[in-house]
């Protein structure tokens, strides 16, 4: 049991760095399941994989290309794994409505994620985009 607890930590660790970080597709289709639900997609976004690497692709990484993934703490029970961690970058394209204006900004991020055969299943989440958005916004 401890063996895959390490597996799906590191998982949820590959992911964040190639997926989230990189863009990296291969590494998307190779880790997410068919069948991925995110639990707290914003309303009227699609919570299945192609919302979430929609989101990932065409409006964090555009908005914020030298993105950068900080695993902060991680722990796993059963199949869930629940990471802390911070999301940073330079604000050099257009991001959900605000043009670039060169800030740095800082995504503070809670996730659990349930992995089930090697795949990411299913996901919850809490951030700060809302300060992020109001920073962006304030000029």
Do not use: C
């Amino acid at each position: 049991m401890e063996s895959q607890l390490k597996k799906n930590k590191e998982i949820v660790k590959r992911f964040n760095l190639e997926v989230i970080e990189q863009g990296n597709l291969e590494s998307f289709e190779e880790l997410m399941d068919d069948q991925f639900i995110n639990q707290t997609a914003p309303g009227g976004m699609d919570s299945g994989p192609k919302g979430m690497i929609h989101t990932f692709n065409n409006i964090l990484r555009p908005a914020f290309p030298d993105l950068k993934v900080i695993i902060h703490e991680q722990i796993a029970e059963g199949d869930l794994v629940t990471t802390r961690k911070t999301i940073e970058g330079t604000h050099l394209g257009s991001f959900i409505g605000i043009p670039a204006t060169g800030k740095k900004i800082t995504i503070q991020v809670i996730d659990v994620v349930r992995i089930v055969n090697d795949k990411y299943y299913e996901h919850w989440g809490m951030n700060t985009m809302h300060i992020v958005l109001a920073e962006l916004s304030s000029d």
